[in-house]
């Protein structure tokens, strides 16, 4: 079983010219469960990746490991050149079913929680905070809800001001654990705008996310995970018949195509906890 760790503060500096991430040989076993098994990657900074797979495949546990509040059986993982644990440089949103919604708390007390790691612990936040608050929710088209009590919010503002938060964080790398799940065609599209927007910032993006299609087009790269990892890379050399027939495995239902030419894949089965 894993250890679960806690964060440590402040962040660990960062070495010169090393890539955002690196994962080497990472496995992870839950009382024999196995979550990840030797999965290697690198991940440089700028770099926005869409991570897939089917329900169970280790997507979560991926970002846990990575995210350092959980240790991995085997392996090494890098950020920016230093061991995982101790990086405020990290925003991990967890998936929306992990969050007490109820709990009463403003939407810009929410986003100055990201400033906690910063402002050091049993001290007040200071002017240049509040702006730097403000300025995240202005990212994420939230500031006319500041005021507003975070159960009062729907799942897609919901998502904005946790990305508000990791961006008051001044997070260098995102983590965003099935964002898009039970949000509406809209609020998915609005979510991805903005993190088309974060590009031009440099921040690190890894989502994990069942849409192969979104995936493929809003992605600079895609991971195919299954516990192992089966593909990662650009979309097009990726987003192959045959790594999702090696990724969804039995998801997957092989059809002839209309006319007899190409075959047509569909998927069936890979979502969601009810919420999609
Ligand atoms: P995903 O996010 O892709 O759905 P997870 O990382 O949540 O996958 O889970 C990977 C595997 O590890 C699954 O078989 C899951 O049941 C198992 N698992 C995840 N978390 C725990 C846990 N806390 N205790 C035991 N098994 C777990």
Redesign the pocket.
Known sequence: MPNRQRLPYPTAEHLPDAPSLSVQDVSVR??G?V?LESVSFVVNPGERVAVV?P???????LFQVIAGTLKPNEGSIRIFGNPPGGHICIGYVPQRNQIDWSFPVAVSDVVMMGRSGKIGLFKWPRKQDWTLVETSLQQVGMVELAKRQIGELSGGQQQRVFLARALAQEAEILLLDEPLSGLDTPSQENLLDILDSLRDQGITILV?THDLDQAASHFDKMMLLNRRLIAFGQPDEVYTSANLVRTYGGHLHVLPGEDGSDEQLLLADTCCDGDQ
């Open positions: 839950y009382n469960t979550a797979g329900n169970g495949a280790g997507k979560s546990t994990a």
